[in-house]
């Protein structure tokens, strides 16, 4: 059906205009593979190697074409297309437009190499536009903006961990301006959750990788997050409270200096209350972000980027009471609880970098950074609990009675530090890119967790000689590590057979202390764009990358355990532990057409990845628990598709649909990986009241499969069983006042305002009770029960915000 939709839509094409054009440097040599794109919608194309290009635009009274290049200023027209075929006289109009762009010595930036590599790579660019209202029940916006995103999951709406082709949450990059960022380690669960390291209000531009990505980024096997952060043009300042919480980013420029400061503050105690688990919720979560760039002198140019965060959640839970089962078989799970839980994970971030272009054709990075995590996980718990069995008469039997006790005493401390080195340099037609790097790791960890359990008067698990707890851990480790890495990749084009092929090949070393392993991963992607310079308007792009990727372990992946001579579960580092190796495919394209005049793109890339050294593990809410041992391999493969455009004019929307297969084999059983998850479908749509675009409604949907489950007591050979499928729809609708639709606005006093905004916010609009895991309780007849763990209801949110 979707394909039919494409079919039909692609033969309706407007007229438009064909822009033609020739984009130089400011000697007056042509820019190969400069990006020539609209500011809004899927429409774009590169340069070939005599800096020419060619594009086909809709009409509109307003476009604005963007011209990019690494190293150079960024230039931007305005065309009234409209008013040009008005004058043709019924035939399509060609338009010239030839671009000198400048040398950009005062902001050069890494982040500007992987926007230009995009197209050629798996790289693609998301639209930031939609931030500023994505309904986010988080309050993570460009997170819960990837969990629409072909072949990218998530099943927990107070989190912003994602999985992305059926890896892990610790299988994906993050970088911030070039830098590689980190979670903290211990959190187990949403509630724990504060804000994310990436700040909406602080967004220029975000690049997003589902798998294939080029050597520069480093040892992971499943995604790239690459944020950039935006520089002021001027003062400029935002604002915004709402029940959640609330946020302030203010910029400011000079001719040489630049700086941009974001404060945010979070405090969603009444989304929590809508939990089965009622109590004293009191989280607060804040942190500070700055972005400083000062021009040295021409050529040179020095930017700080830092972070810190301080993330407190404190809990005393009351009651609990869950209802579960089928319409004949109704169970009811109530506790009553005695105690408090109280969290803290504070960390701490500066990156210092030092731009240079002085030489001709090369631009340099070098790169300071330092990364610090505390974190503190202290709770003592206690619960009675009462499980309800079918009706007998008017009683209803009781089938578990009993009570636990659960207590944890976590701390860790951890500090990354790294230096690095990364350059990309123009010769002749290559675009060749380099870097060097080394990466010190000092993690002090004090874990010290246990439960008791006691079931209808005896403790469990029960042997009759001795009390033993159901589950207890410990660890106790202080350890230093070094890592080194390098990296060179090679861009190169070509015109043949009537179409442009684009190539990235490279490669990439490291090396790791720990258990002295040496990595070496080769990659390779391929870009084929046929009549890229006869028919932009209807334009077919092919792709095929391939490599060998890598999982470094950090950290959880490497610590197993064993028992000691009294029945503890004792940590230990394994110096045997290897990184897992993932061979991966990708084929795919991208068909991009006008529909009714608008901007289309279908997207839809097939992949397969074999991994070997795999690392077993299971998903307990958001923790990720690892066996520790290289014990098995896996493999996952699937197809992601989307079509993302101007379904309403003047404003982007976008459906995805993924299919997945992931297995893994160890101990002689091959059974589904923990996050295997066979399909999922994700909607975003914005809308405008018809006339009125000063009203506004985005709506955000979900509908992924459920996750793999087992008993934790029978184990993975009893068989598994799956989640009921995660279903959720958010919805945010938004009035806009603005100079160009309220008068008051445009008013002398009003002029120093930008915008302002009102919205409301309805998380979960259906209220389904999604499971987010089970707790696990043993009857008397020694049957197990899974109690499902639910996660939110339906919740209201309002919010105002302001942009000077």
């Given amino acids: 059906m979707l394909l039919l939709f494409c079919s039909v839509a692609a033969s309706l094409v407007a007229q438009g ?14 820019l190969e593979m400069a990006h020539v ?8 194309t590169l340069t070939n190697f005599k800096g020419e290009y060619s594009l086909n635009l809709p009409e509109s009274d307003s476009l604005v074409v963007v011209f990019t290049s690494i190293g150079f200023k960024r230039v931007e027209k305005v065309l009234n297309t409209r008013r040009i075929v008005e004058n043709a006289n019924g035939e399509r109009p060609t338009l010239t437009l030839n671009i000198q762009l400048r040398t950009n010595a005062a902001y050069i930036n890494d982040v500007e190499v992987t926007a230009t590599q ?16 994505m309904p986010s029940a988080s309050g993570n916006a460009v997170e819960d903006m990837l969990g629409t995103m072909q072949g990218v999951t998530m099943n927990n709406e107070l989190s912003s961990q994602y999985s992305v082709r059926g890896g892990s949450f610790d299988e994906n990059l993050v970088y911030v301006n070039g830098i590689e960022v980190y979670r903290p380690q211990l959190i187990t669960s949403g509630q724990q959750e504060g804000l994310s390291f ?23 096997m499943s995604s790239v997050l690459d944020i950039s952060y935006r520089q002021p043009d001027s003062l400029d300042a935002q604002a915004q409270v709402s029940l959640m919480g609330a946020s302030v980013a203010l910029g400011q420029r000079t001719k040489r200096f630049s700086q941009l400061h974001g404060v945010r503050y979070k405090r969603n105690a009444s989304i929590l209350s809508s939990l089965d688990t009622q109590g004293e919720y009191d989280p607060r979560f804040m942190d500070y972000q700055t972005l400083l760039t000062y021009e040295l002198t021409k050529g040179w140019d020095l930017q700080l980027l830092g972070n810190i965060a301080i993330n407190d959640y404190r809990f005393k839970p009351e009651t609990r009471e869950t209802s579960f089962g089928t319409l004949d078989d109704v169970h009811n799970f109530t506790v009553y609880f005695d105690g408090h839980e109280q969290d803290e994970f504070d960390t701490y971030f500066g990156a210092l970098t030092l731009h240079c272009n002085r030489i001709k054709g090369t631009q340099l990075s070098l790169m300071a950074s330092a990364f610090a995590t505390d974190e503190e996980v202290t709770y003592d718990i206690s619960g009675e609990y009462w499980l309800d069995g079918a009706t007998v008469g008017e009683t209803q039997a009781g089938r578990g009675v009993g009570a636990y006790h659960q207590h944890a005493r976590n701390y860790l401390n951890a500090t990354v530090a790294a230096l690095s080195l990364k350059g990309v340099s123009q010769l002749g037609h290559h675009k060749v890119s380099y870097g060097i790097g080394i990466q010190w790791e000092h993690i002090d960890d004090r874990i010290a967790e246990w439960e008791r359990r006691d079931s209808a008067g005896y403790t469990l698990p029960h042997t009759g000689n001795a009390v033993q707890m159901v589950y207890n851990k410990h660890s106790s480790f202080d350890h230093r590590m070094t890592r080194f890495s390098t990296y060179l990749t090679d861009q190169f084009g070509w015109d043949m057979w009537q179409g442009r ?15 002295q392993e040496t990595l070496i991963s080769p990659r390779l992607s391929l870009r084929y764009t046929p009549d890229a310079l006869n028919n932009t308007t209807r334009q077919t792009v092919f792709r095929l990358a391939t490599g060998w990727y890598f999982q470094a372990p950090f950290y959880k992946e490497y610590r197993k355990t064993y028992l000691d001579a009294s029945g503890n579960t004792m940590v230990q580092m394994n110096k045997q532990i290897r990184s897992q190796r993932c061979y991966q495919v990708i084929l795919g394209g991208d068909y991009t057409f006008q529909a009714y005049g608008r901007p289309m793109k279908f997207t839809a890339e097939a992949y397969y990845k074999h991994i070997s050294n795999y690392i077993p593990y299971t998903v307990d809410n958001v923790q990720i628990i690892y066996l520790g041992y290289n014990n098995g391999t896996a ?41 295997e998850q066979r399909y999922s479908m994700g909607i975003f749509f914005s809308d405008y009241w018809p006339g009125n675009d000063s009203y506004k409604v985005h709506l955000r949907g979900m509908l992924n499969d459920g996750l793999p489950c087992f008993s934790p007591v029978a184990g993975r050979q009893a068989g ?44 979960n609009l259906l209220d389904i009770r999604n499971t987010n895991s089970y707790y696990w309780v043993t009857a ?19 919010s105002l915000s302001v942009t000077f």
């Fill in 635 to 675: 493999y996952n493969t699937g197809i992601d598709m989307r079509l993302y455009g101007e379904f309403v004019p003047g404003t982007d929307s976008w459906i995805s649909l993924s299919l997945m297969h992931a297995k893994e084999d160890y101990d002689g059983l091959e059974t589904s990986r923990p996050t």
């Fill in 17 to 30: 205009v064909h822009l033609t054009g020739r984009v130089t440097d400011d000697q007056g040599q042509p």
């Fill in 37 to 44: 794109r609209l500011s809004r919608g899927s429409i774009g």
């Fill in 501 to 515: 092929w684009v190539v990235i090949a490279g490669v990439r070393e490291s090396h790791w202390s720990f258990n």
């Fill in 198 to 220: 990436i700040n909406p209000a602080m967004v220029r531009e975000v690049d997003f990788s589902t798998g294939g990505f080029s050597a520069e980024y480093g040892d992971k």
């Fill in 118 to 133: 995009q197209r050629a790579s798996t790289t693609e660019k998301l639209s930031t536009e939609h931030l500023k209202h």
């Fill in 720 to 763: 598994m069983f799956r989640t009921p499928a995660y279903r959720r729809v958010d919805l945010g609708a938004t009035r806009v006042w603005n100079a160009q639709n309220t008068k008051f606005m445009a008013k002398k006093n009003w002029r120093k305002v930008k915008e302002m905004s009102a919205g409301v916010e309805i998380f």
């Fill in 780 to 798: 008397v007849d020694n049957y197990q029960y899974a109690v499902p763990n639910y996660l939110t209801g339906r919740m209201l949110n309002v």
